[in-house]
Each structure stands twice: as C-alpha cells, then as structure tokens.
C-alpha cells in the first residue's frame, strides 16, 4: 500500500479558480448587517402572553428591531473622553483635565497624549507602588519578576506539596495583574496594546508550561510592544510556552507537526483571510504589489512545519539543559537528514542549513505586504473601529511595510493610526468588552484596592470577571478573544459586565476583609458638593456625571438619571436631598448613599460608558 | 440578588407535569402563541472532530484494512471494541449512549459531510465562519445562518420570550447580529449582583431599561434586550431536576457537578420545558483540536472522555425532553438536534499519536422527526486514490444539504437562498435525514433583502 503520510510533497493540488477570484471580491464584499427593521418581528415580550399556557415571563417591554446602520445616532464625546475610552481603559478622576491641559487645541492635546502614551519611562508610579508589597518572596506577587529558568525550575518543573497551586501561581498573580495595571496604569496605550498582542500571540493561560511561565510569555510580548515587529516574532516564536501551546516542541524529523507553523502563518503573520489559498498548487499565486508571491498555501504550511522541525526549548531531552529557554535542535532539524530544499513562498532554503533557517522565513513573512496588512487591519480595527476604512488599512500598511526595518516600527504604526482623522471621528464602532467595561468602572470611580491574588475583595471581582467570558489568558482557540462588536454586545457580555459593577459598587461601602480600603462614595460626592442645600438630584447626577466620565450624556439620559436619584431620594429634580433624607449620614446602607453608588452604577452602565 | 421573583415562578413552571395538565388555550382556534413551532438546537463541536474515530469501518468493511494503515500511530480503534452500528461500521466505544439512541431510531448519522469541494478549508477559524455564517468561501459575511432562519420565517408568533438562547458567553457565528439571541452561560450569573432591599434593584434596572432604550442604535437594542431577557431568565427555576430520571454527565473529578457540556443542554433543556419559548438554540464543545496524544481509547481528558461526555449529555437530554408539551406530542418530538464540526482530520494519524485538520467529518441529527437508526451520505473510501490529496476523507455532502432539509421539513423556513445565499438548487441533495412536509425551496438567486452583496 503507498499512503502518502507526512511526505507532504506528495499531496496532490487541486487548481481552484473560484478560490483565487474570491480573493479580490472578498475585499469589497461586506454583506450587509442584520435583518432590515421591517423584517424581523421576533421580540422578548409580554404583551403576547395572554392567551399562553405558559408563565408569565415579564419581559419588560418588546424589543425594538435594529436600526440598519450603526453610529449615526450616537454623538461623540469630546476629544479627550474619546481618547480615554478607544486607547485607554476609561478615564479616570482628573485625567480629562490632565489630556485638556497638553495643548492649546485638540490637535495639539491628541499629538501630545500620544507622544507620552507611546514613551513610557520605566516607572508606571502607581502600579510599583501597589505591588511593591507584594513582590517578596511568598507574597502575592513574587513570580512576576522570574527569568524564564527560574519560573521553570521553580514552577514547571516543581513537584512536591501543592504542586497544582505552585504551577499555577504565576498564572495567577499575572490575571490579576492585567487588572492592577489596566486599573492604576499610567500607560493605558501600552496595557491596552498588550491586551492585542497577548490575544494576537494567544495561548492558553491553564496549559501546562504556560500556566508556569505566564509572566516570561507576556514579558516578551512588552518588550517588543513599541519595537519592530520582527523582533517580536522572534522572540516570541522562542517561548517555551508558545512553543508548548501550539506543540513545536514535539515537531522533530521525520515526525513533522504542523501545528505551529500553520498558526504562524494564519494568525502571527500574513493572516488567512486576505492571504491563505488553501489547496492549490503554490505556482498559481500571482505576486502582490511588492512583488512577493501574494499569499500561502497547504503546502506551504507544510514546508514551513518542516523548516521549523528542532526549533524548541530545552527541557533535559536528549541531553540538554533543563531550562525551558530556547533550543534550535539541531540533531532533530530536516535539513540535517535530508537533500531536497525547503521552499516557502517566495524563500527557498538550501540544503544543511540551521537555526537561520527559520529566521530567514520569520524575516521574510514580518516583512511581507500581507502581513502588513493584516495587521493594520487589525490594529485599525482594535483602535478605530469595526470594518475600519480601506483608506486607513492601506496607509497604516504602507508605514507598516516601509518601517519594517526600523527599531520603532510598532510605535510608528500606532501613532500613525491614533493621529488618523478616523481615529478621531469614529465613535460607537466598537463596544468595551466585560474586561474593559470593568476596569473603566474601577477606574472612573477611583476604586482603592490592591488588586491580588489570594486577596478576598480582589478574587470576589476576578470570580464575577471569570464568568463574562473574558478572564484574562483564557481565550482556549489561537486567535485570542475576538474583537468583533457584534460578538460583545449581546445580553451575556452586557449582563455579566453590569453584575460585577453592580457588585464592586455595592460593596464599595462595606471594608469587608479590612484591607479593602474604604471606598466610600457618599463620602466623596459630598466632597464633590460641599453645600448641604446643593445636593439635588439635577447637581448629583451632572457632578457624577462629570466627575466619572469627563463630559455630560445626552439630555434624555441625564433625565432619566435624575427622575432615578429624585424617585430613590425622595427630593423633586432641584430641591436638595438633604430635606428628605440626612447626607451627612456615610454609613454603609444610608440611603443617601445607596442612591449614590446605585447613581453611579447607572452612569457607568449606561451605553455612552459601554461605547467605545 | 432577586430571588424574590424566582420564586414566584418555582413549582409552577418548573414542572412540565404542570404545564401538561393545563388547559390547552394555547392552540384553541390558531392562536398566535405557536406552541407546535419545533425546536432546533445546534450543536457544534469546535476544533474539528476526528470522524473517523466517532464512526469507525470494522473488520469485514472493505476499508478495514486502509483505515488499520492509516491510523497506525496510535490512534487506531480495535474492531472488537467498536459499537456495531451496521453497514460495517461502528461507534467509538465510549459512545454507548449514542448507539442506543442509534438504535431506537433516534439518531441519524451523515457520513463524509463538510464544506463543498470548492471551499475546502483547513483553518478552524475560516472553517467554523464558513459553516456557521452559512456562506462558504466568504468569513465576513454580517449574519448567522440561524439570524437569517429566524428573519425571514413566518411561522412564529410576533413576540417570543426567548427565542434564540445560545448557552456561551457570547452569540455565535450562527446567530450574529441576531438581535433576539440571548449568551446564557451561567444562570446565576445573569442578574445584578447587590444585596439591596427596598426596590433600590428593580428601580436601578428600570431606570438603566430606560436610558437604553431612549437610544436607537444596535447597542441601545442590545440593551434593552439584555434587561428584559434579565428578567425573563430570573423566572425560570434551573435548580428543576431533570425529567424521567434523565442523568447528565458529570465531571470526573467531581462527579456531583456536571460536564460543561452536559449543564450547557440541562439548561437548554429548562428553559424548553419551561415554555420560554425556545425555538433556535446552540450549545458548542470544544475540545476536538487533536493534533497529539488524542487518546481514543484512555480514559482522561481525550477523545474518549469527550465522546463519552457528548453522548451521555445527547442522550440524558433527549430523556429530559421526553414528557408531553402543550399541543401535543413530547418536546423530545419537536426538537431536533443538529451536531456538527468545522472540519474532520487527516485520514492518516501523526508521529505523535493525533490527527491533524482534514475535509469531512461525520453530522449527526438526533431527536424529533429523524429517520434514525441509518447512515447516510455516500462513502467516500479510504484507499489511497480515494483520499482527498492523498491525505483527508473526502466530502461527500455539502452540509448545506443537511441543514436545508432540516430548514425546509422541520423549521417550515424555505427562504434557502436568504440563509445560504449562492447555494444551488443542484447542489441541494436531500438526504432523507428528516421526515416531515418539505416546504418547496426557494433558490431564487435574488439579492434578496436581507442578503445583499455590496459588490455587486
């Protein structure tokens, strides 16, 4: 019997023309969103139930159909909230004011902002200050500064007592440290960059060897974040967790394992939706605008799994260290059994080659147009909006590509979007996702909390961040979470971002372990409004509403915000609160403060906090 | 937390022993509140199930003796120890549950099943939008298969309680943009979460229904529909046990919680009985990325526990579902199951024990109105010039022809070329998978209104 097994050569093409022609078309092809209003009358009601057996489920009203288009309706905030809400986390108290005073206009304010953002000094003041008194030896943050060797010997390679928790520790102190620094962070950009990168290079935070090596994963993802993407590739493409999580480890001549490889080209580089061509002869592909072989094939993900057979990490297998840092084996590389070349796009490579093997296609691929494009694609789409304008992709692809030999390639590339017009002027083409509507929550109401692990007021909000669907280092699949709009803003990602609010707010008032510092809310609104007689509902919600979000909602929401505080108060719209109830009172369950942090938990809430 | 208002509910509807007993009004003289409308749920097994492991040739199939070279490196199923099924094949031996249903002529397997010749893809990620967005070759499509079902049938009510349900944290590919789709993953935590008294809760969440829905555009909807879904799912009781004994898989290590998959359909299966009105609903299982160590045959975290896992879930839900709805006949009879996987694996197995991504893999429809008890679709083979490239079981069914038929007999939706734009009257092959009045299909190639390519 003649089985062709991994002699991958020896797959048959197949020419597909319908394959290639859709290539083009895909581009401009965007079918067009939901059922039009008239369409759909399928709506969570009551209204319907009368003659039904069964119970009265009280929805409470019937559910408009969709508007067609998207963003027309909304208006934007002014600049500075934008900016705070699309390449940050959310404001937090007195950072509206800080983004105001950088310039003389918008312009000059955006230009600044993102000259700071795209610098950062190596202090980030408030979140060393957090964790400095946690990084000793057995305290809630002491895996976070290992070097690779040490979060193996120490983690991956522990066995003994508590050996699941030992493994796992890293693991754990680095998801709460997404939340520490998305919180406290003064280089939002870089904590909301990293978020990309980690989800772009995805792995899963539970695996063996990754749960351990977490901090030296994510470590080599920041130190490449405003450098050239090569460098970040490369290094990443040498992580004993990357190498573990898509099994390159295990690819070895003659035994290739193709998993890897085809990720590489899928997701790390030239992206299979504008770039893959499945299975056709390779020779068919036309050339892009750079002259380079327009995209990959079956067959070359299976030369490239080839050229990376050895490229690993040592683990005391056949005779080497036991370090979890990189090895190219070259013992187990194919061009050291074997005389036929390795051909991938437009790269061949020659026969008895090694380590540059692999870096010769990692150059080539970080410096292909469709990788350009792919990742301006989706840098646009993370930092604009949905269906960003080809307009855009194109140039950011183009600074992209005539960067890729420069040493600030990534930040260049960020700046070039975030000064964009369309950065400036697209709002509500995007929503927060439970993790960022969270952290913008615990932002914008100042939350004073050491965020840890091991830590009960810290864990109780990180076990209501794990049920959204969005804890961090979680995503099971390589693509990372998904960043698609769609995706988010149905009622799972809406109602389990609001619980965790409603949550953390309610709490706020309790010191309910003692080292949750007081957070107390009617403490500062009446900070906020020193004068007893001023305390109205009208100047309550536009206090809050300021002081949380920088700017002022839409007239219809701030009336519902104040019937809300006048209804919960008893006061009418101007007549202060203080006459119906004392707000001077701070306790836990005064009133006044109820109506406080349930005002609060309403503003944040809202969709203008849900929009991005 | 506002369990207030569950309670009201316990003991009432929880029981579908109740809702039996009821009086039938709801179909006195056609009433809107459709109650006969059957029932799909979708199923999806992300990572691309090994097909060949699931329903495997067994000595005396003529392919035996391919099928033994192919999966030589460790993923190779005995003979002995494979579930007759007939027709020379057999279950994977942990699927047990999935033969009974088999042999009670409740379950139907489609062989050789993906996407169509022209859109062979290997990449999950293209695969699973391809499938799910009903639109092989193009990922960027704006809808669901099932949010462009649910647009254009006419047979539902005006107003459903929960028509859509997918048990995830979020929508699907299946349903996206659908605005009526409810993310159900946990019950318990789809509320606020406050200890408030005093109505400072049902105030605060009037208040937030009013802002959203104030607005006018998608995520005002989305809103709005949150809250009321909100309320609707707080009164469903998902402390019900199941009906007739119905046992879901539970964990391993802990074997007094369910599997995710297994509390994924107990809770489809709740708020079924519990007329929230479900029609279309999805539930996925991940877990079938099997490039090493698949473990076919060991008990622990492989293909084994997971087949094990999807067949005890299938089968305790069928069991759940089989007590009398309004309207008559059992819930079981209405709801169809439609089981399906982006792609199947490599016919040959890898040097570590695993397969790697491939073309078809097997579907499985099981429940309501299934001709069960056979295999369908024509056998592709496994000799050397059978396989696709030398290397995958080759597709022989467009799967669009199986959710088609389930469409046009089941769902009494024939908007064909709404839900799969480009799908060809040619291309249509009924299997006979369903029983049921088909509707006549309409292939017309129109733009349609809710199709429409901008290209164009």
């Known amino acids: 019997m003649n089985i062709t097994k991994p002699n991958v050569t020896g797959i048959k093409c197949m020419t597909n023309k319908n394959h290639l022609t859709r290539r083009n078309f895909l581009r401009n092809s965007a079918l067009t969103g939901a059922a039009g209003a008239s369409a759909l009358t399928l709506g969570l009601s009551n209204k319907a139930q009368a003659d039904s057996i069964a119970p009265q489920y009280s929805g409470l009203k019937t559910l408009k159909p969709p508007p067609v288009t998207e963003a027309s309706t909304v208006t934007a905030p002014p600049l500075a909230a934008l900016v705070y809400n699309k390449a940050a986390f959310g404001p937090r108290p007195g950072d509206i004011d800080a983004f105001n005073a950088l310039g003389g206009n918008d312009t000059a304010r955006l230009t600044n902002w993102v000259n700071q953002q795209l610098n950062p000094t190596t202090a980030d003041t408030e979140v060393d200050t957090r964790m400095s008194a946690y990084l000793g030896s057995g305290s809630e943050y002491d895996t976070i500064n290992k070097t690779a060797a040490q979060l193996w010997t120490d983690h991956v390679r522990y066995s003994g007592a508590n050996e699941y928790s030992t493994k796992s520790r890293p693991r754990w102190q680095m998801e709460r440290l997404v939340i520490l620094k998305g919180t406290y962070s003064q280089w939002q950009l870089r904590e909301l960059l990293a978020d990309f990168w980690f989800n772009h290079f995805n792995v899963k935070g539970n695996r063996d060897v990754v749960r351990s090596m977490l901090p030296h994963y994510d470590g080599e993802i920041r130190n490449h974040i405003f450098g050239n993407f090569y460098d970040m590739l490369l290094a990443n493409s040498k992580t004993a967790s990357m190498l573990y999580y898509l099994d390159n480890y295990r690819n070895t001549w003659p035994h290739p394992n193709e998993n890897y490889a085809r990720e590489v080209l899928e997701l790390h580089t030239l992206g299979a939706t504008e770039n893959y061509y499945g299975a056709v002869d390779p020779g068919s592909l036309g050339n892009n605008i750079k002259g380079q072989r327009t995209g990959y094939t079956e067959i070359d993900v299976f030369q490239f799994a080839r050229a990376l057979t050895g490229w690993s990490y040592a683990d005391g297998a056949g005779g080497s260290a036991d370090t979890g840092e990189f090895l190219f084996r070259s013992d187990k590389h194919y061009n050291n059994h074997a005389s036929e070349p390795i051909n991938v796009l437009d790269i061949s490579i020659a026969v008895d080659g090694g380590e540059n093997d692999v870096t010769d296609i990692l150059t080539y691929l970080a410096e292909h147009y469709g990788t350009a494009r792919f990742i301006a694609w989706k840098l646009c789409t993370r930092l604009v909006g949905d269906n960003p304008p080809e307009s855009l992709v194109a140039s950011t692809a183009d600074e992209f590509y005539n960067r890729r030999n420069d040493a600030d390639q990534l930040k260049e590339v960020y700046r070039h979007i975030l000064l964009s017009t369309e950065f400036k002027t697209t709002w509500g083409a995007k929503v927060k996702r439970p993790l960022e509507n969270i952290i913008s929550a615990m932002r914008a109401t100042d939350i004073d909390i050491d965020f840890r692990n091991d830590h009960s007021p810290s864990d109780s909000i990180f076990g209501r961040l794990s049920d959204t669907g969005q804890k961090p280092f979680n995503n099971d699949t390589p693509t990372g979470y998904p960043d698609e709009k769609a995706l988010w803003s149905g009622s799972g990602p809406l109602v389990t971002s609001w619980r965790t609010i409603t949550y953390f707010l309610n709490q706020s008032a309790n010191t309910f372990d003692g080292s949750l510092r007081y957070f107390n809310l009617a403490e500062q609104s009446n900070t906020l409004i020193p004068d007893v007689a001023n305390r109205t509902p009208t100047v309550l919600v536009d206090t809050w509403m300021m002081h949380l979000r920088g700017y002022a909602y839409d007239a219809i929401t701030r009336a519902n915000l104040i019937t809300y505080v006048a209804i919960k108060s008893g006061a009418a719209a101007t007549q202060s609160i203080h006459d119906m109830t004392d707000t001077n009172n701070l306790s836990n369950s005064s009133t006044y403060q109820r109506v406080v942090y349930t005002l609060i938990g309403l503003i944040m809430m809202s969709p203008d906090a849900i929009r991005r | ?456």
């Open chain 2, 1 to 456: 937390m506002t369990t207030n208002r569950r309670k009201f509910i316990k003991g009432m509807a929880a029981s579908s022993v109740a809702a039996a007993t009821l009086p039938n009004i709801a179909f006195a003289g056609g009433s809107s509140n459709n109650y006969s409308d059957n029932i799909l749920i979708f199923v999806f097994l992300r990572g691309g199930i090994d097909g060949l492991s699931l329903l495997t040739p067994m000595d005396g199939h003529p392919d035996r003796g391919h099928y033994e070279a192919l999966r030589s490196r460790g993923t190779m199923i005995p003979s002995n120890q494979l579930l007759s099924v007939g027709g020379g094949f057999g279950l994977h031996p942990a699927a047990g549950p999935m033969q009974e249903l088999y042999q009670q002529n409740d379950l139907a397997i489609v062989r050789a099943c993906g996407l169509p010749s022209y859109e062979v893809n290997r990449s999950h990620f293209e695969a699973e939008r391809y499938a799910e967005l009903g639109t092989p070759g193009n990922r960027f499509t704006q809808t669901g298969w099932l949010t462009r079902h649910l647009a254009t049938a006419t047979n539902y009510p005006p107003t459903i309680p929960l028509p859509a349900v997918v048990t995830e944290s979020n929508v699907t590919f299946s349903f996206l943009k659908e605005p009526t789709a409810v993310s159900l993953r946990y019950p318990y935590a789809f509320d606020f979460d406050t200890t408030e008294n005093g109505n400072f809760n049902s105030d605060q969440e009037q208040a937030l229904a009013n802002i959203y829905s104030a607005g006018n555009n998608e995520l005002d909807s989305a809103g709005e529909q949150a809250l009321a879904a909100m309320d609707i799912v707080d009164q469903v009781d998902f402390d019900a046990p199941p009906s007739n004994g119905a046992s879901y898989p539970t964990r391993a290590d802990n074997p007094s919680r369910l599997t995710t998959f297994g509390g994924k359909l107990q809770i489809m299966a709740q708020l079924i009985k519990q007329e929230t009105g479900v029609r279309v609903g999805q539930a996925d299982r991940g877990g079938w990325d099997t490039h090493n160590n698949q473990r076919n045959l060991i008990i622990g975290e492989g293909f084994y526990d997971k087949v094990r896992d999807i067949s005890e879930a299938f089968k305790a839900f069928f069991t759940d579902l089989d007590v009398l709805a309004p309207g008559g006949g059992t819930w079981a009879d209405r709801t169809t199951m439609l089981v399906c996987s982006e792609f199947g694996r490599r016919a040959f197995d890898n040097a570590d024990a695993g397969t790697d991504h491939g073309w078809a893999t097997n579907t499985l429809v099981i429940g309501g109105g299934v001709n069960g008890g056979r295999q369908y679709g024509q056998w592709p083979g496994l000799a050397p010039d059978d396989l696709f490239q030398s290397a995958d079981l080759r597709g022989t069914v467009d799967y669009r022809s199986v959710w088609t038929e389930i469409l046009l007999k089941r769902l009494h939706n024939n908007q064909i070329h709404q839900i799969f734009p480009g799908f060809s009257e040619s291309e249509y092959k009924p299997l006979g998978v369903v029983s049921g009045s088909a509707l006549e299909p309409d292939f017309n190639n129109d733009p349609g209104l809710i199709y429409k390519d901008s290209f164009e």
